[in-house]
C-alpha cells in the first residue's frame, strides 16, 4: 500500500474536518432524540419521565433505540474528540491546552451541574405543583451537583488531562511529534479489541453496573469509551480515517447485522424466564449481563465505521447550512435539557401514542435547540467557550 506523505496527510485535513464536523452534529441531535425517547418510555435516567418504561410494545422499541445508540454514540464522541486531541496539544502546547480544556469543558460543566441542572430538574417539580425555587434552594443546599449529559465533558476533561500526563511522560518531544501513517489494523485485531472491551465492561459491572454513578460517571460503560478515545488518537497519528474503506468495514457491518438481532431476543427470552423488568442486563454473572457486555461493542464497531465512510462519502462538500449547525452544536449539547423538558412539559397535555409523541417532542426540540444556542455564540466571552 502506497501511504501518503506527511505534506499529502495535511493537505487532506481541511477536507476530513468537513464531514467530521457534520458527524459530531448529527450525534449531537441524536442526544436530543434519545433523552426524548427515555421522556416517553426508553429505558434510562433523565431529568422527566412522561411514560415508564415497561413491557409495552412502544417501550421496548425505544428502549432498543436507546440501547442501540447507547452502545456505540457517546464512545464515538470520544474517538473523534481523541482523533483532534493530539493536534491541539502540539498547537498549543501543554499549558495552553490544558487551560483551554478547563475552559472549554469545565466551565460548561460547573455551569450545568450549579444553574441549568438544578433548573431543570425545578422545571420538573415545579409541573408537579412542588415549587420551583423550592428544589433548586433543595438541591444547593444538599451540596447535589447535577452533571447531567455534561458528564461527557466531566469525562472529556479527565481523558485530556491523563493524555497530558502520558504524553509528557512518555511521549517524545512535543514539536517533534509527527503523523506517521500506517496501515488499519486487520480484522482480527478488531475482532480481539470487541472481545477485550466486553471482557472489561463485564469487569467493571461487577462492581459498577450500568445505572450507577460514581463522581456522576456511569463507569460501567467507560472500557468502551477509554478504548475508542484511544483509537481516536492512534487515528490521528496513524491517518486511519483516511484509509478506511468498505473492505474494512464490511466484516463488521456483517457482524452488526448478526449480532444485533441478539439483544431484543435476549429481552424477549428474559422477560419469559424471569417476568418484565426483573432481569439483570446491567451487572453481575448472568446471561444477560454477559450477553449485553460483549452485544455493545460487536454493534458499536459496524456502526462507527458505517457512519464515518457514508459522511466520507455523501457529506463532505462544501455546504451554506452545515457551518450553522456546526458551529452550534456544542452549545445546543450543552442547553438541551432544559429545552427539550421545556417543549415536553408544554406538550404534557396532548394526548396521543407515545411513538408519535417521541418523534414530534424530538424534532421540535432539536429545531429550538439550534434556535436557543444561535444567540449564546454570538455573546462575547461565551463564544469563546462553547
Known amino acids: 500500500?502506497?501511504?501518503?506523505?506527511?505534506?499529502?496527510?495535511?493537505?487532506?485535513?481541511?477536507?476530513?474536518?468537513?464531514?467530521?464536523?457534520?458527524?459530531?452534529?448529527?450525534?449531537?441531535?441524536?442526544?436530543?432524540v434519545f433523552h426524548a425517547a427515555?421522556?416517553?418510555?426508553?429505558?434510562?435516567?433523565?431529568?422527566y419521565h412522561e411514560v415508564k418504561s415497561s413491557a409495552s410494545l412502544s417501550s421496548l422499541l425505544l428502549t432498543l433505540f436507546c440501547g442501540t445508540n447507547q452502545a456505540y454514540f457517546m464512545g464515538f464522541f470520544f474517538l473523534l474528540a481523541g482523533y483532534f486531541t493530539p493536534a491541539s496539544l502540539e498547537r498549543k502546547?501543554?499549558?495552553?491546552?490544558?487551560?483551554?480544556?478547563?475552559?472549554?469543558?469545565?466551565?460548561?460543566?460547573?455551569?450545568?451541574?450549579?444553574?441549568?441542572?438544578?433548573?431543570?430538574?425545578?422545571?420538573?417539580?415545579?409541573?408537579?405543583?412542588?415549587?420551583?425555587w423550592t428544589e433548586i434552594v433543595s438541591l444547593w443546599q444538599d451540596k447535589e451537583f447535577v452533571n447531567g449529559p455534561l458528564w461527557f465533558t466531566q469525562a472529556l476533561l479527565i481523558f485530556s488531562l491523563a493524555y497530558s500526563a502520558w504524553r509528557a511522560a512518555f511521549g517524545g518531544p512535543r514539536l517533534e511529534s509527527t503523523?506517521?501513517?500506517?496501515?488499519?489494523?486487520?480484522?482480527?485485531?478488531?475482532?480481539?479489541s470487541a472481545i477485550a472491551v466486553g471482557a472489561v465492561a463485564l469487569a467493571i459491572r461487577q462492581v459498577v453496573p450500568t445505572g450507577q454513578n460514581v463522581i456522576g460517571l456511569q463507569l460501567g460503560y467507560?472500557?468502551?469509551?477509554?478504548?475508542?478515545?484511544?483509537?481516536?488518537?492512534?487515528?490521528?497519528?496513524?491517518?486511519?480515517?483516511?484509509?478506511?474503506?468498505?473492505?474494512?468495514?464490511?466484516?463488521?457491518?456483517?457482524?452488526?447485522?448478526?449480532?444485533?438481532p441478539c439483544l431484543p431476543l435476549g429481552i424477549l427470552?428474559?422477560?419469559?424466564?424471569?417476568?418484565?423488568?426483573?432481569?439483570?442486563?446491567?451487572?453481575?454473572?448472568?446471561?444477560?449481563?454477559?450477553?449485553?457486555?460483549?452485544?455493545?461493542?460487536?454493534?458499536?464497531?459496524g456502526l462507527i465505521a458505517a457512519w464515518l465512510l457514508i459522511f466520507r462519502a455523501y457529506m463532505n462538500q462544501p455546504s451554506p447550512l452545515w457551518p450553522w449547525l456546526n458551529r452550534r452544536a456544542y452549545a445546543v449539547y450543552i442547553i438541551h435539557p432544559p429545552v427539550l423538558v421545556g417543549v415536553s412539559?408544554?406538550?404534557?397535555?396532548?394526548?396521543?401514542?407515545?411513538?408519535?409523541?417521541?418523534?414530534?417532542?424530538?424534532?421540535?426540540?432539536?429545531?429550538?435547540?439550534?434556535?436557543?444556542?444561535?444567540?449564546?455564540?454570538?455573546?462575547?466571552?461565551?463564544r469563546r467557550i462553547v
Not at 224 to 242: E, K, N, P, T
Open 1 to 32: 500500500m502506497n501511504l501518503p506523505s506527511r505534506l499529502d496527510v495535511s493537505c487532506l485535513m481541511a477536507q476530513r474536518d468537513l464531514y467530521i464536523d457534520r458527524l459530531r452534529t448529527v450525534m449531537t441531535a441524536l442526544v436530543v
Open 38 to 47: 427515555i421522556t416517553y418510555g426508553g429505558s434510562g435516567g433523565w431529568f
Open 93 to 132: 502546547g501543554y499549558a495552553r491546552f490544558i487551560g483551554d480544556r478547563f475552559l472549554r469543558l469545565g466551565l460548561p460543566l460547573l455551569a450545568f451541574g450549579l444553574i441549568l441542572g438544578p433548573m431543570t430538574a425545578a422545571m420538573v417539580t415545579a409541573a408537579d405543583g412542588r415549587g420551583f
Open 179 to 192: 503523523r506517521t501513517p500506517r496501515p488499519l489494523p486487520a480484522y482480527g485485531w478488531w475482532l480481539l
Open 222 to 260: 467507560f472500557a468502551s469509551y477509554i478504548f475508542l478515545f484511544a483509537v481516536g488518537i492512534a487515528a490521528w497519528r496513524y491517518d486511519w480515517l483516511r484509509q478506511l474503506d468498505w473492505s474494512h468495514a464490511r466484516p463488521w457491518i456483517i457482524t452488526l447485522a448478526a449480532a444485533w
Open 269 to 301: 427470552v428474559a422477560h419469559t424466564m424471569y417476568g418484565a423488568g426483573k432481569s439483570n442486563f446491567s451487572g453481575g454473572l448472568s446471561w444477560p449481563a454477559i450477553l449485553y457486555a460483549f452485544w455493545e461493542p460487536f454493534v458499536a464497531w
Open 345 to 382: 412539559l408544554l406538550l404534557r397535555g396532548w394526548v396521543a401514542p407515545a411513538l408519535l409523541k417521541w418523534g414530534v417532542v424530538g424534532l421540535l426540540a432539536c429545531a429550538c435547540c439550534w434556535l436557543v444556542a444561535d444567540p449564546l455564540v454570538r455573546l462575547p466571552g461565551v
